[in-house]
């Protein structure tokens, strides 16, 4: 039975992912930082398909953490999934300092040293994969979220470049608004968005699994996103940076 580690594993796209993989019959290991709610989760998924599910408690913002996670990852896992990420409510220069850094180590460090640490098993199985969570704002200048979603896109078509040969696949999956708690804990309201603007956590899973088996670097759910991104990589970095003001995710 093959195995998979999911970061920010207990709501949202972690959560969507947890739930398609038990379902394909996957073994999992829930990495978040509230152990109370990873144990239910964890519970709640072996309940309604029966697979394992291991709980790894873990703060990815630590060293701590960190290596905890890379400890567990070198004993060999199947699938990746870096979903952990966090957002700000107020630009880079309302933002403090400490908080951008804590970001940066999260969406940047982490899923460096992650992957890193997942791979040379996967190559020496010949098999597996990574999917690393971006969002379509890598591609809008809109401070050090955009900024940190682009390095996930430009590492992990980097690392796809590199492994493929060896029967490994790492895709960054870049989603548009989806429906889950990261705006809600980011302070950012998005009432002015209308319904179909978004897109539910399961549908993203989905498509960023077929699009993983397919092979695929760059995963953008729904047409009218990818619609959305082929447009914006033809549009000049001044209108782009316009358009960043409204947030990504």
């Known amino acids: 039975m093959p195995t998979a580690l999911i970061t920010g594993a207990t709501a949202g796209i972690g959560a969507a992912f947890a739930r398609r993989l038990a379902a394909d019959g996957f073994s999992l290991v829930l990495v978040a930082r509230d152990e109370e709610r990873l144990s239910a989760s964890a519970e709640a998924l072996h309940k309604r ?115 493929g040969r060896h029967g490994v696949r790492v895709m960054a999956l870049c989603p548009g608004f989806v429906r889950t708690e990261f705006h809600g804990r980011a302070r950012l309201d998005m009432s002015h968005l209308p319904s179909f603007a978004w897109l539910s956590a399961d549908r993203v899973a989905a498509d960023a699994m077929r699009d993983l088996a397919r092979g695929t670097w760059v995963s953008v759910p729904s047409a009218r996103y990818k619609a959305i991104v082929a447009l914006l990589r033809l549009l000049p970095l001044n209108l782009l940076g316009r358009i960043a003001r409204v947030r990504y995710r």
Request: aromatic share 6%.
């Open 49 to 163: 398909y029966g697979v394992t599910a291991e709980t790894l408690p873990a703060d990815l913002t630590t060293e701590e953490g960190l290596a905890a996670a890379e400890e567990r990852l070198r004993s060999g896992v199947d699938l990746l999934v870096n979903n952990a990420g966090f957002g700000h409510p107020g630009g880079f220069l309302d933002t403090p300092v400490d908080d951008e850094v804590r970001m940066l180590r999260l969406h940047c460090e982490a899923v460096l040293r992650l992957t890193r640490a997942a791979l040379p098993y996967m190559i020496s199985k010949g098999r597996g994969g990574v999917v690393n969570v971006a969002s379509v704002a890598a591609f809008l200048p809109g401070g050090t979220y955009s900024a940190s979603k682009a390095w996930v896109v430009n590492y992990s078509t980097s690392a796809a470049s590199l492994v």
